[in-house]
């Protein structure tokens, strides 16, 4: 089957009259719920259940090996490997479950806030909610006539299509395949919606470095004085939560390219979890749940349609997907400059790296190339115990090129402008999980505004006696004492036999980069690990 073939195929069904193009938010809505997809909420949200498969499936996610990416992706467990042949057989099928429905939505917009570099993108669904999702999390174009149709990448969405793993070559009825030859992201078996962004995402990440452009697993906002800040990090960690703050503008909460002139957000929206949100701690991002954002999973009373942002039933999991202008201070277009600060979230389950410090340039490429988070106990199946995992540049799952090349990078951006980087944990403290407690909102809030008005670039500093790292004695609105972990610890001799553990971790998993990195790992990493 030539590329021809399909692409004339999807022309095709998508010129049917059962295809809605481009529905207005107040036309999905309608859509949604005469199609009994989802509810109304007490505050004009959409509320949908994605069943089974309520957050990403890694292992169900390959790359077809192709002219374009064979000799360029970097394969393992991540990227896994799906054949031409294989591919164009599913697509055809897929296509074929689409013709069956009566009806399907499609949305035209892009991926890049910067028009230099944007990616036209046509997404083909199954589900008016998904559609939502798609209008709300990219780049709504302002005219009707989108540029560069011919460049233009299809996500081609069949959540209710099974895959038939020993007949289609997949790992499970689950699958998202990305076809850089055939410029199409094909998904079904899953309803999860972030499947969609985050497919993009991947895409946007084997793309972008063409253009000599950094993509970045990050949130990004912009001060009074036009002072950028990066915050990376791994699910969870609290890049939506700290870069939704009332004093700065949000340029996004999820994924950006760093370019020559500066930075610029991929998505049109954001993708907040929601589990135990509350109005007073994170008032933005409360208010953002409203006519047209979509709730998934989120558990509502039946009667009132009033959320319980507490109630974990569906899963840990919960999200709100809504355009980035629910958020009240934001930057539009989503393009700003250079970084000068970049922080690093990790959510430390051990409760032992310092909630902030003050990173050199090794320490800075030491960490991102170890992204380390931990896993928590209950957020995914098996997972009992915090587990330390890490996940390189902070976001493996969505880098078809070897980690390196975004590493480097990243550490020519951080020299040419000047960027101080920071590590903040905004996990537990006092005690690993289960004994200490998650560091207070508030005070990882005070401590990333310190930081990002310049406060802590001149201050006194500790050294952390394991992992080097440098702690600024004092920042304002936080005890000392939370500042130093051995101090937060009440027992110094558990902290410090769970320091070290942790540091052995690190050290073991940067086994990976000893070669390309020696450097490195010798001058970035913790200077005990025994
Ligand atoms: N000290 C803290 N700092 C940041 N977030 C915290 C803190 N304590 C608790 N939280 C909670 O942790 C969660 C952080 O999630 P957030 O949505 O910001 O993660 P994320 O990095 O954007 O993840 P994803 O990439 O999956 O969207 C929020 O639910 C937030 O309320
Ligand atoms: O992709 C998702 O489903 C949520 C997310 O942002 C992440 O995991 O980093
Ligand atoms: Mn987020």
Redesign the pocket.
């Given at each position: 089957m030539s590329t021809v073939n399909m692409s004339i195929e999807l022309a095709n069904l998508l010129e049917s009259e059962k295809v809605n193009h481009q529905l207005s938010v107040s036309q999905l809505v309608e859509k949604i719920l005469e199609r009994q997809e989802g509810v109304l909420t007490s505050t004009g949200a959409i509320q949908v259940e994605t069943g089974k498969y309520t957050g990403r499936s890694p292992h169900d996610k390959f790359i077809v090996s192709d002219s374009l990416t064979s000799h360029t992706v970097e394969w393992g467990d991540v990227n896994q490997p799906f054949s031409s042949e294989r591919f164009d057989a599913l697509y055809k099928k897929v296509l074929e479950h689409l013709k069956e429905q009566n009806e399907l939505f499609v949305f035209n917009g892009y991926a890049g806030a910067d028009d230099k570099y944007q990616l036209p993108i046509q997404v083909v669904n199954e589900y008016a909610w998904h559609n939502l999702f798609a209008h709300q999390l990219f780049i709504r174009p302002e005219d009707t006539k989108l540029k560069n149709d011919a460049e233009s990448f299809s996500i081609v969405s069949a959540p209710t299509f099974k895959a038939v793993p020993d007949i289609d070559g997949t790992n499970s009825e689950t699958f998202i395949i990305i076809s850089f030859e055939r410029r199409v992201v094909l998904i079904g078996g899953t309803e999860y919606a972030g499947e969609m962004k985050k497919s993009i995402f991947s895409v946007m990440n084997f793309l972008l470095p063409q253009n000599n452009i950094l993509p970045m697993?990050c949130?990004a906002n912009v001060g009074k004085e036009g002072d950028v800040a990066l915050f990376f990090?791994?699910?969870?960690?609290?890049?939506?939560?700290?870069s939704a703050d009332a004093t700065r503008r949000l340029i996004g909460?999820?994924e950006h390219g760093w370019s020559s002139t500066g930075v610029f957000n991929i998505e049109g929206g954001c993708?907040?979890?929601c589990?135990?949100?509350s109005k007073e701690?994170?008032p933005q991002i409360f208010n953002a749940i409203r006519f047209g954002t979509v709730l998934e999973n989120v558990v509502i009373n039946s009667n009132t349609r009033i959320a319980d942002y507490n109630d974990n039933s569906l899963t840990e999991n919960t999200r709100a997907a809504y355009p980035i202008q629910a958020i009240d201070n934001t930057i539009l277009p989503s393009v700003a400059g250079h970084p000068t600060a970049i922080v690093f979230?990790t959510a430390d389950a051990f409760g032992v790296l310092p909630p902030i410090s003050k990173l050199t340039k090794e320490q800075a490429m030491y960490h991102f190339l170890s992204g380390y988070t931990s896993k928590l106990a209950g957020t995914e199946r098996g997972i009992t115990a915090p587990q330390a995992t890490f996940s390189t540049c902070f976001g493996e799952p969505f880098l078809p090129l070897p980690p390196t090349a975004y590493a480097k990078m990243l550490g020519k951006k951080i020299d040419e402008h000047n960027v101080n980087v920071y590590l903040v944990n905004?996990g537990w403290t006092g005690g690993e999980y289960g004994v200490g407690e998650?560091?207070?909102?508030v005070?990882?809030r005070a401590m990333v505004q310190a930081a990002l008005e310049g406060e802590l670039i001149s201050v006194d500093t500790v050294q952390d006696p394991i992992f080097g790292l440098e702690i600024p004695a004092h920042v304002p609105g936080v005890p000392d004492e939370v500042l130093q972990p051995v101090k937060a610890w009440k027992n110094a001799n558990l902290y410090e036999e769970k320091a070290h553990q942790l540091a052995q971790k690190f050290t073991k998993n940067f086994e990976r980069f000893a070669n390309v990195a020696p450097e490195i790992s010798q001058m970035g990493g913790p200077i005990i690990s025994k």
């Open positions: 697993h949130s990090g791994l699910s969870g960690t609290g890049k939506t939560t700290l909460d999820d993708y907040a979890k589990i135990q949100l701690k994170e979230l905004t998650r560091m207070k909102l005070y990882t």
